[in-house]
T-cell receptor, first 113, second 114 residues
Framework: SQQGEEDPQALSIQEGENATMNCSYK?????LQWYRQNSGRGLVHLIL?????REKHSGRLRVTLDTSKKSSSLLITASRAADTASYFC?????????????FGEGTQLTVNP | EAQVTQNPRYLITVTGKKLTVTCSQN?????MSWYRQDPGLGLRQIYY???????DKGDVPEGYKVSRKEKRNFPLILESPSPNQTSLYFC?????????????FGPGTRLTVL
């Protein structure tokens, strides 16, 4: 399986609720990034968290990283219909010298108005 | 406006007919990369380039070629396309190593090979 795997594969919530997506990976990493993709469009960078950080915030986004469990979570608070998109984690494995990111398969988030 | 552009956005072609998908960025980025996205497989890297004249294979390079003669351009070449190369392709760039830098993605090229 891939270096980064998101869970769940799909998530449907109501506007105003919080959405939590998880990412697990297999090998040691330096950094982990989260990206968002609106249907069929290019990915947009959301946040980067370094391996020595445990939590990072950006607006309504909160990312945590647990290197001992090789996992990360993305929390979107007070979700809006416009948050409907696919969300991907991307990991930078140490053996790649930082030259490559490996993307998971993504979580499809649907926020119902 | 800072952006990554790809052309064409949509392409339907036939098996064996050579094609090139262009990618250009206006941010003076050193690093550029090509990915393909397929249902159930996520994004997989095809080739990447650390700088002009420096390219290297990603996870799925077979059947593709790239070149980096200028900093801003990174074309993807399919010498003899086959139906299994039907996919959504994305070009991306970053200031330097993606380890430390966000990647900027182009809008995608949807390729169908008949």
């Amino acid at each position: 399986s891939q270096q980064g795997e998101e869970d769940p594969q799909a998530l449907s919530i109501q506007e105003g609720e919080n959405a939590t997506m998880n990412c697990s990976y297999k090998t040691s990493i330096n950094n982990l990034q989260w990206y968002r993709q609106n249907s069929g469009r290019g990915l947009v960078h959301l946040i980067l968290i370094r391996s020595n950080e445990r939590e990072k915030h950006s607006g309504r986004l909160r990312v945590t990283l647990d290197t001992s469990k090789k996992s990360s979570s993305l929390l979107i608070t007070a979700s809006r219909a416009a948050d409907t998109a696919s969300y991907f984690c991307a990991t930078d494995a140490r053996e790649t010298s930082g030259s490559r990111l490996t993307f998971g398969e993504g979580t499809q988030l649907t926020v119902n108005p | 406006e800072a952006q990554v552009t790809q052309n064409p956005r949509y392409l339907i072609t036939v098996t064996g007919k050579k094609l090139t998908v262009t990618c250009s960025q206006n941010m003076n980025h050193e690093y550029m990369s090509w990915y393909r996205q397929d249902p159930g497989l996520g994004l997989r890297q095809i080739y990447y380039s650390m700088n002009v004249e420096v390219t290297d294979k990603g996870d799925v390079p077979e059947g593709y070629k790239v070149s980096r003669k200028e900093k801003r351009n990174f074309p993807l070449i399919l010498e003899s396309p086959s139906p299994n190369q039907t996919s959504l392709y994305f070009c991306a760039s970053s200031l330097s190593l993606p380890r430390y830098n966000e990647q900027f993605f182009g809008p995608g090229t949807r390729l169908t090979v008949l």
